[in-house]
Nanobody
């Protein structure tokens, strides 16, 4: 069982910054496809960013140029640096790990961390 523990959420004013962290258990972190998703009140969970390896990154159009995903394979941790935050970014943010096991891909989720952007 893979555990994903998130931290770094909180409240910030528009234009501010937050850095989310997600620490993963296991010894095969370098094989995990890591990502961040978010779910705002009354909306479906949506993709924010993914990092399938140490170099490739993908972002939702709504966060491009403002958010940066990164990973540290030694610390088994993925980060989401969020700059120029907007009220529309308010949501519960979930860390995600897609883990290959044989021919099967298993999906794991963190517990979620609240990000609130308001004046």
């Amino acid at each position: 069982q893979v555990q994903l523990v998130e931290s770094g959420g909180g409240s910030v004013q528009p234009g501010g910054s937050l850095r989310l962290s997600c620490a993963a258990s296991g010894s095969r972190f370098s094989t995990y496809v890591m990502g961040w998703y978010r779910q705002a009140p009354g909306k479906q969970r949506e993709l924010v960013a993914t990092m399938p390896n140490g170099t490739t990154t993908n972002y939702a159009d709504s966060v491009k140029g403002r958010f940066t995903i990164s990973r540290d394979n030694v610390k088994n941790t993925v980060y989401l640096q969020m700059n120029s935050l907007k009220p529309e970014d308010t949501a519960v943010y979930y860390c995600n790990a897609d883990i290959p096991w044989g021919t099967t891909m298993f999906r794991y989720w963190g517990q979620g961390t609240q990000v609130t952007v308001s004046s």
